[in-house]
Structure formats: C-alpha cells, structure tokens
C-alpha cells in the first residue's frame, strides 16, 4: 500500500546517465529520503553469493530478500552513504561491475522483483522522496507527481565509468566497458517484467553534453513547477 500526500521524484534511466548522483543531489537539496533501488539488487546479488546461492534460483531468492538484513547509514564527514550485509560494510564491493551485473540477472526474476517492493515502498516517508532505479516511475511509484527518465549515448556512459573507475585504482579499458554496459542495458531492456522504459508521462533529459550541475538545475524546475502544482492540489 503506498501512503498518499507524500511527493515522489522517480529518476529512472540506464547506468552512467548521471541518474545516482542528480537523486541524491535532489534529495538533499529538497531534504527528501532518498531510495537507491538498485543497491537493493545488488546487495541482493551479493548476499547470493555470501550464501551460495544460483544467481536464477528464484525460490530461494525470494526467501533471502525476505530475510535481506541490509543497512544505510549516511558517513557525514565523507559525504556518502555506507552500505552494510550482514553487519559487513560493502560500501566499494557492491558499486563493482561485478555486483551491477548479478543485480542485473537477479533482476529479471519477477518474484525477485515481487519480494524487493515493499521494501521500495518503505522508503516513502515524509517529507518526501527521491528514488533512484529501472522502474520507479513505471511499477514502484507510479503515481509520482515528477518522473524523469534520463539518457547518454553508450560512449559517453562508458567514459564516465571508466574515469570513476580508473580514478579508483582500477584497471579497466573503455572498450570492455562498453560491451558491459551494453550487454546489461540489453538484459534490462529486454526482461518481461518491468523493464528498463521511460513511463508515458516521464520527462526524458539526454544528459550526453550535459555536466552534473545543468541537470541538477533542469530537474529542480522541473520540480519547482509541479511541487506548486502537488501543494495545490492538497488544498481542501
Ligand atoms: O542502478 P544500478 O546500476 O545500481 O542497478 C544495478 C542493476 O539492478 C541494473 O542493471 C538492473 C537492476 N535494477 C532493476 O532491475 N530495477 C531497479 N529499479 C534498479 C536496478
């Protein structure tokens, strides 16, 4: 059941679209709670493996994301928010290529994706709420007063994740990033249930030459706008 009168911003799109830091940018700037969806596949995908657990064994998923004892807790000095299974800290582990791809192939799994929604759904609290994902303004949040889907070519998503991974010490090549990134664009556009779209009445932004701040600033008008709009329309 999804609380009424709370104001959601759905940030919808493919990885390296910026999608991730504009949420939690927005969130701040609005002092809304902030729901990373994909984080939950992830840590989901990861928790398999701790347990090994086949990444399509959908019956003993579901059981794990039932039991999935997960925790956020936002590092204030560093400015980010720390992940924890199990009681471990997985803050890096669960941002790897690895663990994008095994969310990916867990995703696909329809009761998977049953068994992580009212754990989206709880993060609809007041004051309000940015969430971040595939499918927050198609299937999760479909009555969000703000959708956004955004967009950037596969060369320039590649670029910017090889320039966060290299900066991180990693060793990757810009060509093997782009057959990753597409290979999981294609399983997430192309799964039965709930695949990557735009909702019929998001706002697309194709972020391709566009830096971090003009997004940031065509999202909160985007919001301004309507957020005028959602008060009216609470006004009995
Ligand atoms: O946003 P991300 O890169 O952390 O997502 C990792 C994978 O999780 C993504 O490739 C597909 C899956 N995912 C999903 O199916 N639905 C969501 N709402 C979020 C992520």
């Not at 791809?101 to 609809?124: E, G």
């Not at 998503?157 to 990693?170: D, T, V």
């Amino acid at each position: 059941m999804i609380k009424k009168n709370i104001p959601v911003i759905t940030i919808d799109g493919p990885s390296g679209t910026g999608k991730g830091t504009i949420s939690r940018l927005v969130a701040q700037e609005l002092g809304f709670h902030f729901l990373d969806s994909g984080a939950l596949y992830r840590l989901l995908g990861l928790a398999a493996r701790h347990h090994s657990i086949p990444l399509d064994d959908e019956a003993a998923l579901v059981t794990l994301a039932g039991h999935l004892d997960i925790q956020f807790t936002f590092d204030s000095e560093h400015q980010k928010t720390d992940i924890f299974l199990e009681g471990e800290r997985v803050t890096d582990v669960v941002r790897s290529e690895l663990s994008g791809k095994d969310a990916s192939i867990v995703a696909i799994l329809p009761a998977v994706r049953q068994a992580l929604m009212n754990r989206q759904h709880a993060f609809l609290e007041p004051p309000g709420l940015v969430a971040d994902g595939r499918d927050m303004g198609t299937v999760i949040f479909p009555g969000a007063e703000l959708k956004i889907f955004l967009t950037a070519s596969l060369n320039e998503r590649a670029r910017r994740r090889y320039k966060q991974l290299k900066g991180k010490g990693n060793d990757v090549t810009l060509e093997d990033l782009q057959v990753v990134l597409s290979a999981r664009d294609a399983r997430d556009k192309q799964r039965e249930v709930a695949p990557l779209l735009p909702a019929d009445d998001a706002v697309q932004i194709d972020t391709t030459e566009l830096d971090i701040d003009a997004v940031f600033i065509r999202v909160m008008s985007l919001w301004n706008n309507c957020s005028m709009k959602f008060k009216e329309s609470r006004v009995v």
